[in-house]
């Protein structure tokens, strides 16, 4: 891609999902995402009501006077977005592909992130770890980000889920809240999935088109896998052919689904031919009512 043509899309996402942060997702995140824990602020005079577990005994022995801890919740987060970026992203038959959603929820969850003051680092993944990019805070780094996002070739095409969230685990040493966006397609990751959430506060967003979910009755049709370029061909007008797909695809939501419920961790459903902001709201609503 031109650099022209690639900082005019760069400016285009972070305007849009500035925008989206400011006016509909503000408060959200800070309220859903919290810190490490209270961090010790100072001490001051001890009033009365304090909590007598929090005298500092021994500032009070030294002055002669009781003297309190005080703490401050420390914010500050770490904020990984583990991406998948194989071939299967290339897909959408509506208004986008899967991998330019991915781009635009990144970049509302990276700039969320910064406006918190907290750091954000990337790992995109094929079946092998593309690239790393480190947290850091700030808008150019942020920046940086969303390039890499809109034009960033793979050298893998596969799916090898369970190497982004090695990497993750091994990588990233402090609990981090981890961002693992796919379409889910690919499978074996169930324990370094276990794993990572026990680590981080893991949450999936899956990315789905409709098209995905069924087969229309379109005649005789040539599909090609965009991963491992297998190419077949597949009567869409046989009945028995289309119940065939619909019900392997629930079987596999639902795997999945009970796969994200016993490892702890919190999902998300994106349509690519819808918008993106209720299901990321509901998200918020729900995970803030159990907190």
């Not at 680092?121 to 690239?131: K, T, Y």
């Not at 999936?204 to 009755?217: M, Y």
Request: include cysteine; hydrophobic fraction near 40%; charged fraction near 30%.
């Amino acid at each position: 891609m031109e650099t022209a043509e690639l900082l005019k899309k760069v400016r285009a996402i972070e305007i849009r999902t500035k925008g989206l942060v400011h006016q509909i997702f503000s408060g959200e995140y800070h309220s859903v995402f919290k810190g490490r824990g209270m961090a010790f602020s100072e001490v001051r005079e001890y009033q009365f009501g304090d909590d007598i577990r929090l005298i500092d005994w021994n500032v009070s022995a030294r002055f002669n006077h009781p003297f309190v801890k005080v703490f401050e919740e420390e914010r500050e987060l770490t904020v990984m977005l583990v991406v998948d970026v194989s071939g299967s992203g290339e897909f959408g038959t509506v208004h986008q592909m899967k991998k330019e959603v991915a781009a635009e929820l990144c970049a509302v969850l990276a700039f969320s992130a910064i406006q918190n003051n907290d750091k954000v680092g990337v790992i995109f993944f094929s079946d092998v770890v593309e690239l790393f990019i480190p947290p850091k805070k700030g808008r150019t780094h942020i920046l940086r980000i969303v390039r890499e996002l809109i034009d960033f070739q793979p050298k893998k095409r596969g799916t090898e889920i369970a190497e982004g969230l090695r990497y993750l685990t091994s990588a990233i040493k402090k609990r981090s809240i981890a961002f693992l966006i796919s379409d889910f397609l690919g499978g074996g990751y169930e324990d370094a999935l276990k794993i990572a959430s026990r680590k981080h506060d893991l949450v999936a967003i899956r990315l789905f088109d409709p098209r995905e979910t069924e087969l229309v009755p379109a005649g005789l049709v040539r599909v090609r896998d965009a991963e491992s370029g297998e190419a077949l061909w597949i009567d869409t007008t046989d009945p028995r052919v289309r119940r065939s797909y619909a019900g392997w695809w629930k079987e596999q939501s639902s795997d999945r689904e009970r796969l994200f419920r016993r490892s702890g961790v919190d999902a998300v459903d994106i349509r690519i031919d819808r918008s993106y902001i209720n299901p990321l709201i509901a998200f918020f609503k729900g995970r803030e009512r159990r907190w």
